[in-house]
Structures are given as C-alpha cells and as structure tokens.
C-alpha cells in the first residue's frame, strides 16, 4: 500500500447504505485529507470472495460487511484479527422477506424455500426465527448466486430470502411488488449492525491517524446526504448498476436517514447491543466459542464531532 492510498470493499453493488462513501470521494472529502480512496465491489468477481475475505487476504484495508463476520473470523480454526470500526446504520433495516402471502410468520417457512447468501451463522439465525415463531426450523436452504438471490424471490424460484428494506424493500414498492417482512426484533432475535466498516486491527493501529482521516472523511460524506438529499442523490445516482437505475432513491435515502443519526452518533457502536448478540448467538448455539463481544469493535477511531 502506497502511504495514504486506501480500498474499500463494499458489501454489495453500490446502493444507499453506500451513500456517504461516493458523496466523499465525488465532493474531494477524502482528498482533502491527502487520502486516495479506491472503492471496489463484489460484482468484479461475482462475490467469489466476500469482502471481509478481501481483508484478511490483503487485497482490501477496509471492508462492509454485516458484524457476525468480525464474530466469524475471531472464532474459526485460524483466527483474524478483523475489528469493526463503525456501524453505517444505527437500527436495523433487515428483514426476512417472502413474496408468497400465505406466508404469514416465519413459522410458515416449514417445508418452503430460503436462498441464502452463504454466511457462516446466516442459515441457523434464520431457521432460530422460524423456532422462535413456533415452527420446527425445518427450512430447505438454497444457495444460488448471491448477485442474483433478489430475483429468485421475484421470480418465486425460492420462497424467502434476507433483505434490507431501505433497497429492495424501496425497488419492490417501485415496482407494486407486495412483499412480508418479517424484522428479526419482532421474533426475539437481538440482532445488531449491518453493514458495519471493518479492517485488521492490527493495520488499524499501526495506521491509527489514517484510519482517523478516512472515517472522518466517511462520517462527513453521510451527513451530507442528509442535509443535501437532492445532491445527494444525484451524486450516487453516477454508481448505480444499470439493472437497479428504477429504484427511486430519493425514497431510499429517506427511508435510511434516521439510521444515519448525527453529528454525534454517526458510526458509534454500542457494547450492549454488541453483547446482547453474541450472548444470544451463544444461548442458541450457533457460537460455540467464548468470544467476548468488547474484543470486536472499536470506537476509538470514530470521531465524535
């Protein structure tokens, strides 16, 4: 790595959890603090290696990717020292969806369909929901190409899947698509963030003011897309893949903006949210590991103001 020349691998292809990242590299934020900020995505090798792989591969310092991988990763055979460093959203906007209206509650997924994205803890989190509706968790996990799991739901080759309101949830609306959610909250699963910003904690604070610079760059990038929402829109409408060009982004961004929160807020992870996680992750045993929540982020870097 060249001093000061950054990458970042997002979660997914750019949609508006991405927002304040290409207002900040389109407006010079980052370049204003003597940073050169490449941002890359899974649709350059179709999701053949996820981002926080990126990581610990050395093809990528920083990395979106939801906070159960930081769990992953501190608890495999071969540890990495992943660490989350900010939360993009402080509520969670996920949700089991299913297109079938039968469907009623996650307990009605016995027997039907789930296209998963693969994660580790991803399929058990899913069938502890249909357990914790009453059903038997007896779901028939499918794993298609993760670019293209949205449209096996559309196209009803699979039942149900996991998205986030604030996109798929807008483009459906977009297009009269009548669409169930079902919110982990609401089935008594604590869960916490997703997307959070990761790296190696170990290139974290060897590069501490770095670090520093590019949240401070990223947090101001955010709460512009707050206060700017018609530029806004404009500046990230430039990085949207053709196939998603319908989805009205200006409903998008109103429908993340309380996510973002503010100038105080911005990126700030709460332990107790963390923790109430992983105790449950545990409780249900889908983490065997004794993996201490406080090891896993950091807010230290996050600036305040």
């Known amino acids: 790595m060249k001093k000061n020349d950054l990458t970042l691998y997002l979660d997914w292809t750019p949609n508006i959890n991405h927002i304040g990242f290409f207002i900040a590299k389109d407006l010079g934020f980052y370049e204003d603090l003597k940073i050169r900020i490449n941002i890359l995505d899974p649709s350059i090798d179709n999701y053949e290696v996820t981002p926080a792989k990126k990581v610990e591969l050395g093809e990528s310092d920083f990395a979106l990717c939801p906070f159960e991988s930081v769990?992953?990763?501190?608890?495999?055979?071969?540890?990495?020292d992943l660490i989350a460093l900010a939360a993009i959203?402080?509520?969670d906007l996920s949700a089991l969806v299913v297109k079938d209206q039968r469907i009623i509650s996650p307990k009605y997924l016995d027997g039907k369909t789930y296209a998963s994205y693969g994660a580790r803890y991803e399929d058990l989190i899913i069938k502890q929901m249909i357990l914790n509706d009453g059903g038997k968790g007896t779901i028939n996990i499918k794993y298609p190409e993760k670019l293209?799991?949205?449209?096996?739901?559309?196209?009803?080759?699979?039942?149900?899947?996991?998205?986030?309101l604030n996109w798929e949830g807008i483009e459906a609306k977009n297009k009269n698509i009548t669409l169930k959610y079902f919110k982990m909250r609401d089935f008594k699963i604590p869960y916490s963030y997703s997307p959070v910003i990761v790296g190696s904690e170990k290139f974290c604070f060897k590069n501490q003011e770095l670090v520093e610079k590019f949240l401070f760059a990223t947090k101001k990038g955010f709460l512009f897309s707050m206060s700017n929402k018609n530029e806004a829109v404009d500046i990230l409408k430039k990085f949207i893949p053709k196939y998603e060009k319908d989805v009205n982004l200006k409903d998008a961004l109103e429908e993340t903006t309380e996510a973002f929160l503010d100038n105080n807020s911005w990126g700030k992870m709460r332990e107790s949210n963390l923790s109430q996680f992983v105790n449950w992750l545990k409780e249900n045993n889908i983490v065997k590991s004794d993996v201490n929540s406080k090891n896993l982020f950091t807010n230290s870097f996050t600036p305040s103001n």
């Open 71 to 80: 769990i992953s990763y501190r608890t495999k055979d071969k540890p990495f």
């Open 89 to 91: 959203l402080q509520k």
């Open 148 to 164: 293209g799991i949205w449209e096996t739901l559309i196209s009803k080759k699979y039942d149900s899947t996991w998205i986030f």
